[in-house]
């Protein structure tokens, strides 16, 4: 069975304080792999797209990273607006359905 | 630009009491159009999916059920609501003309079932 495995559930980091959050995945045949974030009361925000093992993506504060097991979203000195619950996923079946992590919910204090 | 309108933002309902929610999508065409489900704790769960119009796959046996009567129009409906079906629902689409596209959401709502 497909799965998407986050952790951890909550971080929570002081500003500036650098971290990674984690996503394991157990797919037959990966074809892709999605990084969100959500923040409270609100739909979930595109961040990336990772394809392959080895490929890297970033933007501003973050670099989502990929292997061929587990996928990385590096935080790099945070600052508090990057307080969101991050959500990884990856494709089941051909339509397109995507299956979620449970997220890992990010606090950054001043 | 595509965008997505969900509405609703929240509802609060009795139980046994019907409901309907519904999602717009504008500037793409023949969408793949989604709806999931997020209780706390549990994730987003995809409850139902659609690849054209009257074109409804059901993930998960529930007291809901789903329409799409028009290209970019989806609906989610019940006609008697349970305490179960609280939580946060969301519309999403995906380009059906590109393998594996990333998903856009809408803004959600809250369900509160009393």
């Known amino acids: 069975e497909d799965q998407v495995t986050q952790s951890p559930e909550a971080l929570r980091l002081q500003e500036g304080e650098s971290s990674s959050l984690n996503c394991s995945y157990t797919?037959?045949?990966?074809?892709?792999l999605f990084w969100y974030r959500q923040d409270p009361g609100k739909g979930p925000e595109f961040l990336f797209t990772l394809y392959s093992a080895g490929e890297e993506k970033e933007k501003e504060r973050l670099k989502a990273t990929l292997t061929k097991k587990e996928s990385f979203l590096h935080i790099t000195a945070p600052k508090p607006e990057d307080s969101a619950t991050y959500l990884c996923?990856?494709?089941?079946?051909?339509?397109?359905?995507?299956?979620f992590g449970k997220g890992t919910k990010l606090s950054v204090k001043p | 630009s595509q965008t997505i309108h969900q509405w609703p933002a929240t509802l609060v309902q009795p139980v046994g009491s019907p409901l309907s929610l519904e999602c717009t999508v504008e500037?793409?065409?023949?969408?793949?159009l989604y709806w999931y489900r997020q209780a706390a704790g549990r994730g987003l769960q995809l409850l139902f999916y659609?690849?054209?119009?009257?074109?409804i796959s059901s993930e998960v046996p529930q007291n809901l059920s789903a329409s799409r009567p028009q290209d970019r129009q989806f609906i989610l409906s019940s006609k008697k609501l349970l305490l179960s079906d609280s939580g946060f629902y969301l519309c999403?689409?995906?380009?059906?003309?590109?393998?594996?596209?990333?998903?856009?959401f809408g803004s959600g709502t809250q369900l509160s079932v009393l």
């Open positions: 500037g793409t065409s023949n969408p793949n």
């Open positions: 659609s690849v054209g119009i009257g074109q």
């Open positions: 996923a990856v494709p089941r079946g051909s339509q397109g359905n995507l299956i």
């Open positions: 797919v037959s045949g990966l074809r892709g």
């Open positions: 999403a689409y995906s380009k059906a003309d590109i393998i594996n596209e990333k998903l856009f």
